[in-house]
């Protein structure tokens, strides 16, 4: 699922193919991608895109007349610059957005279609998509805290709640973790004053370069390749590849179709993690150390 600093690629690369000119027409391909009735959806045709934004993972399209075109990709939607007028494709496209000097794909390559899209009137119903995240990148280390302190969880699950933190998702929560050296099963209420700076420091640091550095490699062309994996990540995606820091092999919980990756020796004491329901499944033969899952390895 394409998280903040993918989604500021989009919003970077929509702005400056798209901000400025007139939505000329709007193809949908699935009728299960519009999901509001009220505006309609031709309202939007004809007018002009004033600007973009963000609310948490959504992408937001500004029109004139205080309209809103509110886009949720969900894990496998993707946005795609193509020629005046190009065809929807088959089976994996939803709907196409024409300006006067190209159209505007949107696609999801993925059995289950969940992307979404809504039509608002009104900064006060644009405001209901909001779930309440903190913007870490501009709120501040007390609000950072404040947000990990409302109630015990997981900072794996603190991180990628959206009624918590703005804009985190899987990917970018492990990479952030690891950068702080922090086990993703820690509970945020035992977190020490310095382990939260650490943790803050971290999540502006993971999520101020990779912005920067997508929008470095997809220069002025418009991102093609958005995906959760990235060549350069410490852990996310790395399962058994050699951790950047001490060489250690990354290690995963997988738990439908979420993840968590992480580096045993830089964040859990050489700990190995188990879900509850592998725990519970093998319990006494689950191995507790990286030695140990060696030694029944050769074994």
Same mark, same amino acid.
């Given at each position: 699922m394409p998280e903040l600093p993918d989604v500021e690629l989009y919003l970077s690369a929509l702005r400056a193919h798209i901000a400025g000119r007139v939505l000329e027409r709007v193809r949908l391909a699935t009728p299960f991608l519009l999901r509001s009735v009220e505006p309609p959806l031709d309202q939007v045709e004809g007018r002009l895109v004033t600007g973009f934004r963000r609310i948490g993972k959504r992408v937001v399209w500004e029109l004139e007349g205080e309209l809103f075109l509110v886009f949720h990709l969900m894990i496998a939607g993707r946005f795609k610059w193509r020629e005046r007028a190009a065809a929807i494709p088959r089976k994996i496209g939803l709907a196409a957005f024409d300006v006067p000097h190209g159209t505007l794909l949107l696609t999801e390559a993925a059995t289950q279609k969940r992307a979404s899209l809504h039509v608002v009137r009104g900064e $006060?119903?644009? +405001? !209901?998509?909001? *779930? +309440? +995240?903190? &913007?870490?990148? =501009?709120? +501040?280390?007390? $609000?950072? %805290?404040? %947000?990990? &302190?409302? &109630? !015990?969880? =997981?900072?794996?699950?603190?991180? =990628?709640? *959206?009624?918590?933190f703005s804009g985190i998702g899987n990917a970018y929560s492990d990479e952030i973790l690891h950068r702080a050296r922090l086990s993703p099963f820690k509970l945020t209420r035992q977190l020490t004053s310095g382990e939260m700076k650490v943790l803050y420091d971290a999540t502006l640091a993971t999520l101020a370069e990779w912005t920067a550095r997508l929008q470095d490699e997809a220069g002025d062309d418009f991102p093609e390749k958005v995906t959760a994996f990235r060549e350069g990540m410490a852990v996310h995606g790395r399962f058994g590849q050699p951790c950047p820091r001490c060489g250690t092999p990354v290690q995963r919980i997988v738990h439908g179709e979420h993840e968590v990756n992480y580096c045993p020796a830089c964040q859990t004491e050489g700990r190995l993690l188990a879900d509850r329901a592998l725990s519970k499944l093998l319990k006494s033969d689950w191995p507790k150390t990286l030695d140990e899952l060696e030694r029944r390895k050769r074994a």
């Amino acid at each position: 699922m394409p998280e903040l600093p993918d989604v500021e690629l989009y919003l970077s690369a929509l702005r400056a193919h798209i901000a400025g000119r007139v939505l000329e027409r709007v193809r949908l391909a699935t009728p299960f991608l519009l999901r509001s009735v009220e505006p309609p959806l031709d309202q939007v045709e004809g007018r002009l895109v004033t600007g973009f934004r963000r609310i948490g993972k959504r992408v937001v399209w500004e029109l004139e007349g205080e309209l809103f075109l509110v886009f949720h990709l969900m894990i496998a939607g993707r946005f795609k610059w193509r020629e005046r007028a190009a065809a929807i494709p088959r089976k994996i496209g939803l709907a196409a957005f024409d300006v006067p000097h190209g159209t505007l794909l949107l696609t999801e390559a993925a059995t289950q279609k969940r992307a979404s899209l809504h039509v608002v009137r009104g900064e $006060a119903a644009l +405001g !209901s998509f909001d *779930p +309440g +995240g903190v &913007e870490v990148m =501009t709120s +501040g280390a007390a $609000a950072f %805290a404040a %947000a990990l &302190e409302k &109630e !015990s969880h =997981t900072l794996k699950r603190a991180l =990628t709640d *959206p009624h918590l933190f703005s804009g985190i998702g899987n990917a970018y929560s492990d990479e952030i973790l690891h950068r702080a050296r922090l086990s993703p099963f820690k509970l945020t209420r035992q977190l020490t004053s310095g382990e939260m700076k650490v943790l803050y420091d971290a999540t502006l640091a993971t999520l101020a370069e990779w912005t920067a550095r997508l929008q470095d490699e997809a220069g002025d062309d418009f991102p093609e390749k958005v995906t959760a994996f990235r060549e350069g990540m410490a852990v996310h995606g790395r399962f058994g590849q050699p951790c950047p820091r001490c060489g250690t092999p990354v290690q995963r919980i997988v738990h439908g179709e979420h993840e968590v990756n992480y580096c045993p020796a830089c964040q859990t004491e050489g700990r190995l993690l188990a879900d509850r329901a592998l725990s519970k499944l093998l319990k006494s033969d689950w191995p507790k150390t990286l030695d140990e899952l060696e030694r029944r390895k050769r074994a």
